[in-house]
């Protein structure tokens, strides 16, 4: 289930004082499998980007095509849309509001016509997704950690059978041991075969789990190519404000200091580039 985004601008409040491009002339394309991750700036249109993919904003030019059909025409589908391409909004906590996980994870198919028995196993399925103790569902989702209830509120997106998972900061605010279950989970969703598209701050987490990688800088896709293709250019991406994968930093300064290894990604890459490099051997990433 290919997404496919053709052209595409967003202008906010237009013909009014307010009026400000949020996207402009963003052409990409996400295929099946992939892990997608969005990176830019504040306010470099992310967020925006990410609401087009399940159609829960339409471009005020250009197309979104999910499966070769744009989402926005006349007569498509959205509920079907919403089912088919799950989005986690930032903070998703705040979207939880049933008495139990249990409850809060069947909204979503329960509003799909699933009853009985293919509900429980849904929900079952779901909740087996996020790594939480059995006898969390039926507790109220309040009483849990932030970490916990977040994965609730992902679940709940799960419980869909979405081919395709939008996650707009799913980290932000958690504690590290959080983030760390959270993004573990993510990483085991891809590895099922899940499309991700990820909106992350954290570029060690980008270099180290994303197939490819979209740069946004004032609404215009700056760069777009593969983690090692995109941190190669570190200089255009601290000019936009961002930064590089820590090992990416630590390869510099022993360049610096004489040690010639190149851009290294991983942890494991760097200790490899190390080792050769102390060997006086060629090291090629």
Do not use: W
């Not at 491009?21 to 990409?28: C, E, G, N, R, V």
């Not at 990688?213 to 995109?230: I, N, Q, S, W, Y």
């Not at 290894?261 to 490899?272: G, I, M, N, R, S």
């Amino acid at each position: 289930m290919p997404i496919v985004i053709e052209n595409m601008s967003h202008v906010y409040q237009p013909g009014s004082p307010f009026k400000a491009d949020a996207l402009t002339d963003i052409s990409l394309t996400v295929n099946d499998g992939e892990l997608l991750a969005l990176i830019g700036h504040t306010g470099s249109g992310k967020s925006t980007l990410a609401q087009h993919l399940n159609g829960l904003l339409q471009p005020t030019s250009g197309r979104v095509l999910v499966d070769g059909r744009d989402i926005n025409e006349k007569g498509a589908d959205r509920r079907a849309l919403r089912q088919r391409v799950g989005l986690l909004f930032q903070y998703a906590e705040y979207q939880l509001f049933e008495e139990t996980v249990y409850k809060d994870i069947a909204f979503g198919p329960k509003n799909q016509g699933l009853t009985g028995e293919e509900l429980d196993k849904r929900v079952r399925e779901a909740f087996a997704l996020v790594h939480l103790p059995e006898e969390t569902l039926e507790k109220s989702p309040f009483e849990l950690s932030g970490g916990q209830m977040r994965r609730v509120a992902l679940a709940g997106v799960l419980a869909m059978n979405p081919g395709v998972l939008v996650l707009d900061e799913p980290i932000a605010g958690l504690d590290p041991k959080g983030r760390d279950e959270l993004m573990q989970i993510i990483n085991e969703l891809h590895e099922k075969g899940v499309t991700i598209v990820l909106i992350s701050h954290n570029m060690d987490d980008v270099a180290r789990m994303a197939t490819c990688v979209a740069v946004l800088d004032k609404g215009h896709l700056a760069m777009f190519g593969t983690p090692r293709e995109v941190f190669s250019r570190g200089d255009e991406l601290n000019a936009m404000g961002l930064d590089v994968p820590q090992t990416v930093q630590l390869c510099r300064e022993l360049r610096k200091g004489g040690l010639q290894v190149p851009d290294c990604l991983t942890d494991e890459e760097l200790a490899d580039a190390i080792a050769l490099a102390l060997k006086g051997g060629n090291v090629n990433a």
